[in-house]
């Protein structure tokens, strides 16, 4: 298995940006997946999470209304929309399948800040 994020950087309170997950080595289509993060000093969040066709999503409270998940099952990725970024959504952003509970990627940095 491999789960590689991708998109993460530096941008202003109110910005947006896009996470990228690159999957493979399991049958990415037939498993619902989830997208964590984890703050300094904090325990790791769950964010989103999507089913495996794409047709349920769901999100933390702290993102409703802000950040948007979705998924390509024929690339084998997903994505996660985020705008109106605020600095306590400053974390390492993770993508995950419970295929593999145990797995977990190098994460992409996101960092909120004027």
């Known amino acids: 298995v491999q789960l590689v994020e991708s998109g993460g950087g530096l941008v202003q309170p109110g910005g947006s940006l896009t996470l990228s997950c690159a999957a493979s080595?399991?049958?990415?289509s037939n498993w619902n997946m989830k997208w964590y993060r984890q703050a300094p000093g904090k325990e790791r969040e769950?964010?989103?999470?999507?089913?495996?066709?794409?047709?349920?999503?769901n999100y933390a409270d702290s993102v409703k209304g802000r950040f948007t998940i979705s998924r390509d099952n024929a690339n084998n990725t997903m994505w996660l929309q985020m705008n109106s970024l605020k600095p306590e959504d400053t974390a390492v952003y993770y993508c995950?399948?419970?295929?593999?509970?145990?797995?977990w990627g190098q994460g992409t940095q996101v960092t909120v800040s004027s």
């Open positions: 769950l964010v989103a999470i999507i089913s495996s066709s794409g047709g349920h999503v």
């Open positions: 995950k399948t419970p295929r593999y509970p145990n797995y």
């Open positions: 080595g399991f049958t990415f």
